[in-house]
């Protein structure tokens, strides 16, 4: 069983930037795939960035936030983090921390074996 906790989100202008983090209590953390997914209201649940188990390890993101968001890991202190930057309104939304074990960075929510109860990102126009 792994655990996830994120923190760090808010609400900022557009333009603004926040830092998410996602503390996680694996055994072993760098075995895990990690990803970022979001949800607005009324909308599906979707991906927006993960990266592999190596603490430099290969990032993925959607379109919608490429050249904005970046992913990033320590493995020593078993946490992730988004920074996210050039926020807009439409980055509203829930953010999600998940845990993957398959060793495939894979962009479906079904994907991911273990998530964290999410932490509420509102950009304010």
């Known amino acids: 069983q792994v655990q996830l906790v994120e923190s760090g989100g808010g609400l900022v202008q557009a333009g603004g930037s926040l830092r998410l983090s996602c503390t996680a209590s694996a055994r072993i953390f760098s075995i895990y795939i990690m990803g970022w997914f979001r949800q607005a209201p009324g909308k599906e649940r979707e991906f927006v960035a993960g990266?592999?188990?190596?603490?430099?390890?290969?990032?993925r993101y959607a379109d919608s936030v490429k050249g904005r968001f970046a992913i990033s890991r320590d493995n020593a202190k078993k946490m992730v983090y988004l920074e996210m930057n050039n926020l807009k309104p439409e980055d509203t939304a829930v953010y999600y921390c998940a845990a993957d074990h398959s060793g495939n960075l894979r962009i479906g929510v079904a994907s991911y074996d273990y998530w964290g109860q999410g932490t509420q990102v509102t950009v304010s126009s």
């Open positions: 990266i592999t188990g190596q603490h430099d390890g290969s990032t």
